[in-house]
């Protein structure tokens, strides 16, 4: 455990979820996958898009429409929408599609290995505090096991702009009533979860468990405190960590 600065006193806690309370990498890899495999029975070879192709065509849609950037959803279902017309499908068709393949990629989406290890600390915390999950991103933590830990949860699309804007953060601090200099936020992106939330004037936690050092970090801001496993997070509120 590093500190950065002295903590106040800490009456909750907002938890980012992916990539902090499991690893989503292999998630997002073979969700990816889901599709790709999909895409290639639903299309001739000749016409196959490509990973490289899909990517153009994704950061294409998201300088059209900047606003797909904050719902991973409807950014993916737009891709998949657009990317068949552009071969030469009818709107009605598209849309059809775009929709299966977005239920198939959430589908493996919500296959999260949970770690006993974040169900054990999760536990113990949200018996003495409350909590409330903020995610970018579109996994269902009802689906995975992890809602019960919370007293809300709130996302980007469905709830406001993605972090490091103010809106889920800001819907967190409505719905804990307790002042944000009150509200410990754990997260692992500097930039997301660090920074949002310094900016609206939580405290922040920075969780990293990559080894990844802040001198060759793009750090807009130092975190109070950084962890790299989520049991240091006990002790700061008075639990012994084992």
Not at 59 to 81: C, F, G, M, N
């Amino acid at each position: 455990m590093q500190f950065y600065r002295h903590l106040g006193s800490i009456h909750a806690l907002t938890f980012d979820l992916d990539d902090t309370l499991y690893d989503n990498h292999p998630v997002i890899v073979r969700a990816e996958q889901a599709m790709f495999d999909w895409l290639a029975q639903l299309l001739p070879p000749s016409t196959m898009i490509s990973r490289d192709d899909w990517q153009h065509l994704k950061q294409q849609l998201a300088v059209i429409d900047p606003s797909l950037t904050h719902d991973v959803s409807q950014w993916r279902y737009e891709t998949l929408k657009i990317g068949l017309m552009q071969l030469g499908w009818r709107l009605q068709a598209a849309e059809l599609a775009a929709r299966q393949g977005l239920e198939l990629v959430l589908v493996e989406r919500n296959k999260v290995d949970i770690p006993a290890e974040t169900h054990r600390v999760l536990a113990l915390l949200s018996a003495q505090l409350p909590l409330v999950a903020i995610t970018n991103g579109n996994v269902d933590p009802q689906q995975i096991g992890l809602a019960k830990y919370f007293s809300a949860i709130y996302q980007a699309g469905r709830d406001g702009l993605a972090k490091p804007a103010a809106d889920l953060f800001e819907h967190a601090i409505n719905h804990l009533g307790v002042p944000p200099q009150q509200v410990l936020h754990v997260g692992d992106h500097l930039q997301t979860d660090v920074f949002g939330a310094k900016k609206y004037g939580l405290q922040a936690c920075w969780y990293n468990d990559q080894r990844r050092t802040l001198t060759t970090a793009n750090v807009n801001c130092l975190p109070d405190v950084e962890i790299s496993h989520l049991a240091e997070l006990l002790p700061l509120i008075g639990i012994p960590a084992r």
